[in-house]
Structure formats: structure tokens, C-alpha cells
């Protein structure tokens, strides 16, 4: 693994530090979602961040790569008129799996139980058609329950 230093506005570190994860986790709960949705006959599984200045997520993309987590760099969103760092499928449970021996928010931690069965890290997920769509009425019963319904 190449040793990479970040230095950005606030941060200096090696991107694949200790130090480089802890901070990774603490702004991927400030600023971070995890969703899954279906597309047409398949499922679509994204870890994502969003912010309005594009060094964070630059920041993020480099402890990634560091952890040999290769993923599209952050691009702009005219939508929410900021950048996104969007990772998906079996590499946003790579990145999850780095991340979750830090404290985070509850509703990340039952959101990321979910996608690592629909989306195991390193591999593509092999669930039947069925265990698909178990799963992701699993994800859409707890999206009701956080809603309140």
C-alpha cells in the first residue's frame, strides 16, 4: 500500500492511518447515507457522502484508495448544488466494513446490516431472486419505522 499524506485545510495525516479511518468514520456520520433502491429487475446499493466543499471528499478518496477501495472521484451535484462521493455496491461494503469499529450514528450501523448481506464486500451479491427481494423489504420496513410509520 503506497503511503499517501493528506493535507487539507484542517487535516495531515497518512490516508491510510488509524487517525485517517477515525476521521473518515466522524465525517462519513456527519455527512454520510446509506441506501439501497431498486432499478428495473435489479438493486442498486450506494455508501455516499455529500458536502459543499470538494476537499473532504477528495480527502475520503484518498484514505480509499489507500485501502485499495477504488471508486468514481467526488463529482458535483447541480441537485444539491455541492459535491457527492458516491460508492457503490460490494465497495460501499468495503468501505462500511473499514469504518464500523468506530462509534456512529444507530441508524447508520442498522442501515449498514442490511447492505452487507445485499452487497457483501469484495464480491458481487449471489442472493436468489427471492432473497433479493426479502432483503430489500427488510430495507424498506426499516425506512417506514424511521419515518415514524
Same mark, same amino acid.
Given at each position: 500500500?503506497?503511503k499517501?499524506?493528506?493535507e487539507?485545510?484542517?487535516?495531515k495525516?497518512?490516508?491510510?492511518?488509524?487517525?485517517?479511518?477515525?476521521?473518515?468514520?466522524?465525517?462519513?456520520?456527519?455527512?454520510?447515507?446509506?441506501?439501497?433502491?431498486?432499478s428495473? =429487475?435489479s438493486?442498486?446499493?450506494?455508501?455516499?457522502?455529500a458536502?459543499?466543499?470538494?476537499?473532504?471528499? =477528495?480527502?475520503?478518496?484518498?484514505?480509499?484508495?489507500?485501502?485499495n477501495?477504488?471508486?468514481? $472521484?467526488?463529482?458535483?451535484?447541480?441537485g444539491?448544488?455541492?459535491?457527492?462521493l =458516491?460508492?457503490?455496491?460490494?465497495?460501499?461494503? $468495503?468501505?462500511?466494513?473499514? %469504518?464500523?469499529?468506530?462509534?456512529m450514528? =444507530?441508524?447508520?450501523?442498522?442501515?449498514?446490516? %442490511?447492505?452487507?448481506?445485499?452487497?457483501?464486500?469484495? $464480491?458481487?451479491?449471489k442472493?436468489?431472486?427471492?432473497?433479493?427481494?426479502?432483503?430489500?423489504?427488510?430495507?424498506?420496513?426499516?425506512? %417506514?419505522?424511521?419515518?415514524g410509520?
Open positions: 500500500m503506497a499517501a499524506i493528506v487539507s485545510c484542517t487535516v495525516f497518512d490516508a491510510g492511518s488509524e487517525e485517517a479511518l477515525t476521521w473518515a468514520a466522524g465525517f462519513f456520520c456527519g455527512e454520510g447515507w446509506v441506501s439501497i433502491f431498486k428495473g =429487475n438493486y442498486v446499493g450506494i455508501v455516499g457522502m458536502q459543499k466543499h470538494l476537499w473532504p471528499l =477528495n480527502v475520503v478518496h484518498l484514505i480509499l484508495r489507500s485501502h477501495i477504488i471508486v468514481p $472521484e467526488p463529482r458535483y451535484s447541480k444539491t448544488k455541492g459535491y457527492e =458516491n460508492i457503490n455496491r460490494s465497495k460501499g461494503s $468495503e468501505f462500511l466494513q473499514l %469504518i464500523m469499529c468506530y462509534p450514528r =444507530n441508524k447508520h450501523t442498522i442501515r449498514a446490516r %442490511i447492505y452487507f448481506r445485499m452487497f457483501p464486500p469484495g $464480491e458481487r451479491y442472493q436468489r431472486p427471492k432473497e433479493r427481494a426479502e432483503l430489500y423489504a427488510e430495507w424498506l420496513q426499516l425506512r %417506514i419505522q424511521e419515518k410509520g
